[in-house]
T-cell receptor, first 110, second 114 residues
């Protein structure tokens, strides 16, 4: 079993849809959780960063963490064509051990 | 968050040559990392660049092929040595500070080997 698994995608949705992106992990030592957005020909850009279980909201984005189920999600409301990118989940332990998911490619169609 | 500049942004190189990629940060950071990303794939960690000591390499990556320097807290280089077409990839630098902070990435170097 891989340390981090992510919905494989690709995912295509119409503009205005609610998007749900999901990752599961196996290592209970992971304490910090991140979502990155990567546009073509760019490096990953940090979108959301959270520590505790529960929800964290930033504009149209909501990150959800359930440590008991080892499951994290990113919700995008009112999706826009500019949200079309690859989304990577990532997590780390109390040290410097970072693990990235394989990424989900999202296309938002106008 | 830190601003990370990578140079060159892209290059096309001949088989058997070497290329050094630079990563400059606008503020001091604790950790600097080098990743490789094949098109459409996720990130593979090459090594962690340590200031004042040798880099820590991940399984499958060796210092002779990917020598790394970290002369101070804002700069690192990755050299891809004796390149072959299999080294064609995107190479990314990332940084983090202490205290549980996330990584921040540069825009990468797109490398093609002929």
């Amino acid at each position: 079993q891989k340390e981090v698994e992510q919905d494989p995608g690709p995912l295509s949705v119409p503009e205005g849809a609610i998007v749900s992106l999901n990752c599961t992990y196996s290592n209970s030592a992971f304490q910090y959780f991140m979502w990155y957005r990567q546009y073509s020909r760019k490096g990953p850009e940090l979108l959301m960063y959270t520590y505790s279980s529960g929800n964290k909201e930033d504009g149209r984005f909501t990150a959800q963490v359930d440590k008991s189920s080892k499951y994290i999600s990113l919700f995008i409301r009112d999706s826009q064509p500019s949200d079309s990118a690859t989304y990577l989940c990532a997590m780390r332990d109390y040290g410097q051990n970072f693990v990235f998911g394989p990424g989900t490619r999202l296309s938002v169609l106008p | 968050s830190a601003v990370i500049s990578q140079k060159p942004s892209r290059d096309i190189c001949q088989r058997g040559t070497s290329l050094t990629i630079q990563c400059q940060v606008d503020s001091q950071v604790t950790m600097m990392f080098w990743y490789r990303q094949q098109p459409g794939q996720s990130l593979t960690l090459i090594a962690t660049a340590n200031q004042g000591s040798e880099a820590t390499y991940e399984s499958g990556f060796v210092i002779d092929k990917f020598p790394i320097s970290r002369p101070n807290l804002t700069f690192s280089t990755l050299t891809v040595s004796n390149m072959s077409p299999e080294d064609s990839s995107i190479y990314l630098c990332s940084v983090t500070r202490d205290g549980g902070e996330p990584q921040h990435f540069g825009d990468g170097t797109r490398l093609s080997i002929l």
